[in-house]
């Protein structure tokens, strides 16, 4: 199926390439044995009027075995396409699946053994880390908003780093995404303190800007618990980053009369 105009399929190339099949197919990747490459898909959606758009960056699939933001990051890719006026002012750069060789295997891990998740910054030569970090580097996102599941978690949660915005999105993303699942309220999260489903510290070697980025860009973790319903998960998440949009919209246009 043809793509809208404002939507752009790219990616890393690899001899056999995926399809993102738009708007009424599963989104379905398909990828190469590891010595012939692996494909990581990305959609692109360009503001309806030419000019700078608000870039962000929409990271899901990290971990093979987290399906939940791969398919919430496909109805968002669907919304994108179905209705480009909501998004008139932001150019949204998706990436379903960062580990299409976990993906395939079911595991949270790449076919290399190593958790992704862990590997950034650091000169890891896994070529999803390395294609992801180039990315990262060359299109200097504005904001990173990273999908994940939990399955020791009861309830939606996440971290947040970088700008000081960060904070005042992720608190409305929860609530809009209680409309499907609870929060996490407990003051431990996964060994971090946390405050309300927040959470201020995180791992090293996670899926973030590069570290010399200046300013530094806005960067939220959103993550439901893995054991609820998938189409619940799906429907937090979707809600969760459509909230953070439109508030991250409004700041924006709140500074900008400042």
Known sequence: MTLPSHLQFTGRHAPQRGSIPLPDRRLMIETDPPDQGIFIPKIVSKPVKTGHGIKIGIFAGIHGDEEAGTLATQELIHWAAEKPEELHDYELHFFPICNPTGRNLGTRHSHSGLDLNREFWFGSTEPEVVYLESELRRESYEGIISLHSDDTS????????????????????????????????????????????????????????????????????????ALAPMDAQVKATVAAVKRILAEYRELQAYAANL
């Open 154 to 225: 009861d309830g939606c949660y996440g971290f947040v780093s970088g700008a000081l915005l960060s904070e005042h999105l992720l608190e409305p993303a929860l609530q809009a995404a209680a409309d499907f699942l609870p929060r996490n309220e407990q003051h431990i999260i996964d060994g971090f303190l946390a405050s309300r489903g927040i959470i201020k510290e995180g791992y090293l070697g996670i899926l973030s800007a590069p570290p010399e980025q200046r300013p530094h860009a806005l960067e939220i973790v959103f993550e439901t618990p």
